[in-house]
């Protein structure tokens, strides 16, 4: 089993900036892609930003050029800058890893229990 903490969450003003992180632990042999997901009241679940373990990424149009998504693989972490945040960011964010377990176990997708993030107006 894969466990995933995520952390920095919190309460900032409009056009602030803030990280989350999130490390992965447990019964690890690789991961593959690891990633933010953030869910607003009322909303659903929504991708925010994804890396690769060769450190490709993607973003949602709504956070391209303001969040930056980066990882360490030595130490199974990865990180989601936050800038210039409006309002519309006020979600739960979720950390989600495709890891495997052995050799011989397919990737799995994992999920963290989510962090508040609050942006004030």
């Known amino acids: 089993q894969v466990q995933l903490v995520e952390s920095g969450g919190g309460l900032v003003q409009a056009g602030g900036s803030l990280r989350l992180s999130c490390v992965a632990s447990g019964s690890i042999f690789s991961i593959k892609a690891m990633g933010w997901y953030r869910q607003a009241p009322g909303k659903q679940r929504e991708l925010v930003a994804v890396?690769?373990?060769?450190?490709?990424?993607n973003y949602a149009d709504s956070v391209k050029g303001r969040f930056t998504i980066s990882r360490d693989n030595a130490k199974n972490t990865v990180y989601l800058q936050m800038n210039s945040l409006k309002p519309e960011d006020t979600a739960v964010y979720y950390c989600?890893?495709?890891?495997?377990?052995?050799?011989?176990?397919?990737?799995?997708?994992?999920w963290g229990k989510g962090t508040l993030l609050t942006v004030s107006s």
């Open positions: 890396i690769t373990n060769g450190g490709s990424t």
């Open positions: 989600t890893a495709e890891a495997s377990s052995d050799y011989f176990q397919p990737a799995m997708r994992y």
